[in-house]
């Protein structure tokens, strides 16, 4: 187990370097340095030669391959760097950044796994059923609204018009204020969840070994309770762990909308201002976090079924 | 104890229900199977064995569904019995082995623990009692250091071992009657035998009685005393074992013992063909009007095309499905 473990994490270095050598490559792309973002309002034009200067002190100047060699010899010794725009290291801002967002990502979740995977269980149990209809409706429709829609609609039914919830910002920590930011993050994977875990569950209805136990006469919600849990949860955990991703990266969007001071608003202010060590640094830790959260799944499913081997 | 026979079928007919129509998948099934007895039910893959076995031990689901007819089991009607009445019977007096022994066991669960259910929900023991009289169960089987085995996990064991562990849930609860669907199919010819004996010896050692399903003849005339042949959802006929070997009277019997390859015959007779039944079974919705095996047969006459054969009684209680009979 322990180098199961240890194997996973060697196996994300790898997978860093590609993301860096990729994120390197977006930015030589992309028109615009930070010299320039800093003069782009339209304004005022700033001298040539200041803007020569602020690349040479930045190391812009140099070639791309000759600035990957230098940030991934940098990164070898877990020096993130320095941020262009508050000259603070790297590391310290997204640690102020990780929290709030680490918050509303298991947030989200844990409000779509509460929700979803019970939804699909029942669904999937009644399949036909008016509560089987409704809620993979819902669930469609839950995939399908925008994020960013959905959360005004949010703040406005329940900020603006009932009054229930502050509408904006952290709150210095106050629960309530996840609330709304957490609903809008966490449908889209609830309705995935729940679709999934009705599709797992549905098949597993089906399987040999279910048959065997209603032959034992066995019934219905004992079949279910041991027989049939189990093996849906191998699913059910596996796209957990997937979510988890994609709610880390879409609470960019969320976090922007609700004003909330994490990891993806850091984010997108750091590739406007081509704040090129954030952008690296933010983008790095949120795909170590999908790598350790997904490893933490696989450990699981390895827990709950002797089948899976630590390969 | 009652003279009566242990399981009384009467002109059971399944229906496949397609949108809202139904076609009989099997229609006019009769049979009995005494005490202890061990009854074989043959025919090609489709033409409605497992279908009745399932039907006997309540477990059609949709689209299939029990359409009329009778299932006497200890002289009482169980084709109606409410779901709660039929589980305190399955698995505690009629139990099932199936033809899969790698799918039919729950991956995540231990042996051990799948054996146990057995006693917890029949016999009310406790779990502990429950996991000692697993070890007892696995060793019955046969099955080497049933102690350590009980904590292994269906993957780690052989198909012929898994099949162990399926008959040592099945006659877990000592029941009247095991229904046995094709359970050496998915096994080397080697372990085939060892498992039919094992069936044999325990359901002997028990009084259980066996409807032991098959397509293989030669298994079913081994194992089983009386005999029935299945032909697109109708038994077509039903013998002593031995005499539907030696003297098949149905045209479909006569070609599935033709067709059975015999050993040596190539140094006897020189290269020959193996014989086959031309055509294949109708599907469902598609059964031919008068005798269903009409379009097959080579005895075939108008009549058998218009009408549908009704059943004539034979020598020794046999009877069969045909006009033309032998």
Request: with cysteine; glycine share 8%; proline share 5%.
């Given at each position: ?70 940030y991934i010899a940098q990164l070898a010794t877990f020096d993130l760097g320095t941020s262009f725009r508050t000259r603070q290291p790297v590391a310290s801002v997204i640690a102020d950044r990780l929290w709030p967002t680490a918050q509303l990502s298991f947030a989200a979740m844990l409000f779509a796994i509460v929700v979803g995977v019970p939804l699909g269980f029942i669904a999937a149990l009644r399949p036909g059923s008016w509560i089987d209809t409704i809620s993979m409706v819902s669930a469609v429709s839950g995939l399908s609204l925008p994020k960013f ?163 | ?326």
């Amino acid at each position: 187990m322990l180098s199961f473990i240890v194997r996973r994490l060697l196996q994300t270095l790898p997978i860093i370097l590609a993301v860096a050598a990729l994120i390197f490559v977006m930015f030589s792309v992309i028109p615009g340095t930070f010299a320039s973002s800093m003069s782009d309002d339209g304004r005022s034009v700033l001298d040539a030669e200041v803007m020569a200067r602020m690349n040479k002190e930045f190391g812009l100047d140099d070639p791309v391959y000759v600035r990957f060699g230098k940030y991934i010899a940098q990164l070898a010794t877990f020096d993130l760097g320095t941020s262009f725009r508050t000259r603070q290291p790297v590391a310290s801002v997204i640690a102020d950044r990780l929290w709030p967002t680490a918050q509303l990502s298991f947030a989200a979740m844990l409000f779509a796994i509460v929700v979803g995977v019970p939804l699909g269980f029942i669904a999937a149990l009644r399949p036909g059923s008016w509560i089987d209809t409704i809620s993979m409706v819902s669930a469609v429709s839950g995939l399908s609204l925008p994020k960013f829609w959905l959360g005004l609609m949010l703040m406005y039914l329940f900020a603006l018009v009932l009054g229930w919830l502050p509408s904006f910002g952290y709150g210095g920590g106050d629960p309530r204020y996840i609330i709304l930011p957490a609903i809008a993050l966490g449908v889209a994977p609830l309705a995935l969840l729940a679709r999934t875990t009705r599709a797992a569950v549905l098949e597993i209805m089906n399987a040999d070994f279910v048959r065997t136990a209603r032959s034992k006469g066995m019934s219905e919600s004992k079949v279910v309770r041991w027989h049939l849990t189990r093996n849906a949860l191998v699913i059910i955990l596996t796209t957990i762990g997937l979510q988890f991703g994609t709610v880390i990266g879409q609470a960019v969007v969320v976090e922007k909308l609700f004003s909330w001071p994490g990891l993806g608003s850091l984010l997108v202010d750091s590739v406007t201002l081509r704040d090129i060590p954030v952008v690296q640094g933010s983008i790095l830790v949120i795909v170590l976090l999908f790598l350790i959260i997904n490893m933490l799944v696989d450990v699981l499913c390895a827990i709950i079924d002797p089948r899976i081997k630590y390969t | 104890m009652s003279r009566k026979p242990l399981l009384e079928v009467e002109n059971l007919r399944i229906d496949l229900s397609v949108g809202d129509a139904k076609f009989p998948a099997v229609q006019d099934v009769s049979f009995t199977i005494e005490r202890g007895e061990t009854f074989g039910l043959v025919g090609e893959s489709g033409c409605g064995k497992s279908i009745t076995s399932l039907a006997l031990i309540g477990l059609l689901r949709h689209p299939l569904s029990i359409g009329g007819g009778t299932i006497r089991f200890d002289g009482k009607e169980i084709q109606n019995l409410s779901q709660s009445e039929m589980r305190k019977l399955r698995g505690n007096r009629i139990s099932m082995i199936f033809q899969e022994p790698m799918t039919a066991l729950n991956p995540l669960s231990p042996i051990g623990r799948q054996i146990a259910e057995m006693f917890v929900l029949h016999k009310g023991v406790s779990w502990t009692e429950a996991n000692r009289l697993a070890v007892e169960a696995l060793a019955s089987v046969r099955v080497p250091a049933p102690e350590r085995r009980v904590k292994d996990y269906p993957h780690q064991l052989s198909g012929g071992m898994r099949q162990r562990v399926m008959i040592a849930i099945a006659l877990a609860c000592e029941p009247d009657l095991l229904l046995a669907d094709e359970p050496t199919t998915a096994l080397d010819v080697t372990v085939q035998a060892e498992i039919l004996d094992l069936i044999r010896e325990l359901s002997a050692a028990r009084g259980t009685a066996v409807l032991m399903i098959s397509h293989d003849l030669g298994l079913i005339a081994n194992m089983c005393r009386r005999v029935g042949v299945m032909y697109a959802g109708r038994l077509v006929e039903e013998r002593i074992a031995d005499e539907v070997f030696r003297n098949p009277s149905h045209p479909y019997t006569s070609g599935l013992v033709a067709s059975l390859p015999l050993l040596g015959a190539r140094s006897k007779h020189g290269r020959q063909r193996l014989k086959e039944i031309a055509g294949v079974v109708p599907p469902v919705a598609a059964f031919p009007a008068g005798c269903r095996f009409n379009p097959r047969c080579y005895a075939a006459t108008e009549l058998c095309r218009v009408e549908d054969p009704g059943v004539t009684p034979l020598a020794n209680g046999g009877l069969v499905r045909c006009h033309h009979h032998e």
